[in-house]
């Protein structure tokens, strides 16, 4: 059974956060990774996508130059390092397996950016 | 990239057929086959309904149905059932100048 499970995330004053996804079940290193936010009371949005090997690495333009996404298939571990917080990234953010058409999902850490 | 345009709810009763609609652009639902929708129970995580325009995955009804035509991409439920109450949300790729998703607005579905 796939299983993800992210931390990591808290109340921040800005600043920089690092999330974390342990997944379980299947092959992570032959596994493309993503992660997607929904704010509050908002819709999903879709943030960064990894390739299986950590090579290829995409984001939102929302987010660019200063999330980056990374993974450590030894471990069995996605990331997201989130620099220069803003208000407006505060979201429950969740990863998925695969760059598309999620099927497994975790459960979301939550992130709350405070001025 | 904007947000897929989404109607904000759409109503049924029991045993109906509705069908959610998902507009966007020839740079997104229009120029691509990957459309995926997905339902959201409050306090869940979301779930895939639908891949690729019209594929189910293994577990999903096939009371949930897909299509697209043109920018606009369509989830049709038929047989209304009370456990369909929840959000709605269609997803497709689009260009630009890297790999990007974009989401809809999103559909509280609601069950009268």
């Known amino acids: 059974e796939v299983q993800l499970l992210e931390s990591g995330g808290g109340l921040v004053p800005g600043g920089s956060l690092r999330l974390s996804c342990a997944a379980s079940?299947?092959?992570?290193?032959?596994?493309?990774m993503t992660w997607v936010r929904q704010a509050p009371g908002k819709g999903l949005e879709w943030v960064s996508t990894i390739s299986s090997s950590g090579a290829a690495t995409y984001y939102a333009d929302s987010v660019k130059g200063r999330f980056i996404i990374s993974r450590d298939n030894s471990k069995n571990t996605l990331y997201l390092h989130m620099n220069n917080l803003r208000a407006e990234d505060t979201a429950l953010y969740y990863c998925?397996?695969?760059?598309?058409?999620?099927?497994?999902w975790g459960q979301g850490t939550l992130v709350t950016v405070s001025s | 990239q904007s947000a897929l345009t989404q109607p904000a709810s759409v109503s049924g009763s029991p045993g109906q057929s509705i069908t959610i609609s998902c507009t966007g652009t020839s740079s997104d639902v229009g120029g691509y086959k990957s459309v995926s929708w997905y339902q959201q129970h409050p306090g869940n995580a979301p779930k895939l309904m639908i891949y690729?325009?019209?594929k189910r995955p293994s577990g999903i009804s096939d009371r949930f149905s897909g299509s697209k035509s043109g920018n606009t991409a369509s989830l049709t439920i038929s047989g209304l059932q009370a456990e369909d109450e929840a959000d709605y949300y269609c997803c497709s790729y689009a260009a630009g100048n890297t790999h990007n998703y974009v989401f809809g607005t999103g559909t509280k579905v609601t069950v009268l």
């Open positions: 690729e325009v019209i």
């Open positions: 998925a397996k695969d760059s598309n058409s999620w099927v497994n």
């Open positions: 079940g299947f092959t992570f290193s032959s596994s493309a």
